[in-house]
């Protein structure tokens, strides 16, 4: 059985509504949190959320 866990809004904390699994990779995904109504971009791989670099 993989592993999934919540994605964390990188400004406020708080869990969205976006779940990831061990295998998910993502690159520019754009990021909602319904809490502090912020959209950011970000990347995932290996369960490991970073901030997407803007160009």
């Known amino acids: 059985m993989s592993r999934q ?12 509504r976006t ?12 990021l909602y949190c319904p809490k502090c109504k ?4 970000i990347n995932a791989q290996d369960m490991k ?3 997407a670099e803007h160009k």
């Open 49 to 51: 959320v970073t901030l």
């Open 5 to 16: 866990q919540w994605i964390l809004c990188p400004i406020c904390g708080n869990k969205t």
């Open 19 to 30: 779940m990831i699994r061990e295998d998910t990779e993502l690159r520019n995904f754009p």
């Open 38 to 41: 912020k959209e950011t971009s």
